[in-house]
């Protein structure tokens, strides 16, 4: 072997071992925030019983659809343009983008305390309390998207352990008030404090006064992300709402209940893009022609992690079941199948997702995402109709499935239109 073909083997392994690296972190990121996630939920629902649950259920639903309106304007661009860039540059954009995030935090915040005022009964102080905390909240998610665009995953890792830590004497304080609004509180507070932790880190100052222009000088992406991310969020919280309406909260309980029991693939599939996507960037900056087959491996490692998960549940026995739950077992453990087609689905079509994020394809990721919200939506309230809680967790299955295969059609013809010699031959996955 030559001396200039030794070279390139030992710059190929660097460049595989900080792939790896990167990715080792952003599964440890995810990890912890998948546990986080998994405890709030399991202790509240242990705390609170069926319906109460139902009810901080629907203000953890309505806060994804804001978390994924603040990523769509503020963190999804900064991901796609400046993930290994310059520091000077990363650090205008991540200034001006956490400053948007905190705008979108304390405007959509204000709406929904004034909405919990008026509301009243169990849903109302949930909502109010959800509006007071959302600033800190997104501003907590902002940092570890600006993390990750930097490959700086470690700082993103420790930021979601201060959080976790945090939430622990939280969670203890708001056992003793038992109510649900304690409950949003103690997480939120948590997060407020990971916020400032990770403003420390950093060492930047979001900047609220940029947030106007970094909308304008990313509206080509952000706008189209938003409206991709609010039909995803958005199906998810017409599906809650309509199902508590078809069915009862507490149906709205059960299902979440079941999701919770997937919560570690739930929340790696939520927050995806914080790895994904600046991998799939560097992939397609470095050599395009393996974009496909990232975005495959991706695709179909997760898929095939949460049959594996979802075999496990199918054996737990009914008395670790309620240890778990509580109450909300006897409701939730009847949904375990097709919650596990529903997440498989959802692992395959992320693939294809961080590939067009990637692109910047955003025109083919928009439509994708209409049609597999619209499934969505149309399968989890016809089957509620049906078939009460079953069936919209079977017509939840249905639909993801079949969206997982749109998103890989789309993949493919943003491939083929950005080079159609090198990608022809790029494979689809089966939804089956």
Avoid at 183 to 199: H, I, K, M, N
Avoid at 200 to 220: C, K, M, N, Y
Wanted: hydrophobic share 50%.
């Amino acid at each position: 072997m030559t001396i200039e073909g030794e070279r390139t083997t030992g710059a190929d392994r660097s460049a595989r071992r900080a792939v790896v690296g990167r990715l080792s972190w952003g599964l440890a990121d995810q990890a912890a925030s998948s546990i986080s996630n998994f405890v709030v939920g399991i202790y509240v629902a242990r705390s609170l019983g069926v319906l109460a649950f139902g009810a901080f259920s629907l203000a953890w639903v309505t806060y994804g659809v804001v978390l994924n309106v603040s990523r769509g304007l503020a963190t999804d661009p900064l991901v796609v343009r400046f993930s290994g860039v310059s520091q000077a540059s990363w650090r205008g954009a991540v200034a001006r983008s956490s400053g948007t995030a905190l705008c979108v935090g304390t405007a959509i915040g204000a709406v929904c305390l004034v909405a919990g005022l008026t509301l009243g009964g169990r849903v109302g102080p949930a909502f109010a309390c959800l509006g007071v905390m959302l600033p800190g909240l997104l501003l907590q998610d902002a940092w570890r998207f600006s993390f990750f665009a930097a490959g700086a995953g470690r700082k993103a890792f420790v930021n979601d352990v201060v959080w976790a830590v945090a939430l622990v004497p939280a969670m203890v304080v708001a056992a003793r008030a038992g109510t649900v609004a304690g409950f949003v509180l103690a997480w939120g507070a948590s997060a407020t404090v990971a916020a400032g932790y990770g403003w420390f880190q950093s060492g930047i100052r979001p900047r609220v006064t940029g947030a106007r222009d970094w909308l304008r000088e990313q509206r080509d992406l952000g706008y189209r992300y938003l409206v991709e991310n609010v039909s995803l969020s958005g199906a998810n919280q017409l599906r809650a709402y309509g199902l508590g309406a078809i069915v009862g909260i507490g149906a709205v309980g059960a299902v979440r209940g079941a999701e919770l029991l997937l919560g570690p693939f739930l929340a790696v599939l939520m927050g995806l893009s914080l790895v994904t996507v600046p991998e799939a960037a560097r992939v397609l900056r470095q050599a395009p022609h393996r974009l496909g087959t990232f975005c495959l491996v991706l695709g179909g490692g997760q898929a095939t992690a949460a049959l594996l998960w979802g075999g496990v549940l199918l054996l737990m026995p009914d008395r670790l079941g309620e240890f778990v739950l509580g109450d909300v077992w006897n409701s939730s453990s009847h949904l375990i199948v097709p919650v596990t087609l529903a997440v498989v689905g959802a692992g395959l079509g992320t693939g294809a997702a961080a590939g067009l994020r990637a692109l910047g394809a955003a025109r083919h990721s928009l439509r994708s995402q209409l049609f597999a919200s619209a499934f969505y939506v149309s399968g989890g309230l016809g089957g509620a109709a049906l078939a009460g809680t079953v069936g919209s967790a079977w017509g939840v299955a249905t639909a993801t499935l079949g969206g997982s295969a749109v998103w890989w059609l789309h993949l493919r013809s943003a491939l083929r239109e950005r080079d159609p010699h090198t990608i022809s031959n790029t494979p689809t996955p089966s939804p089956k």
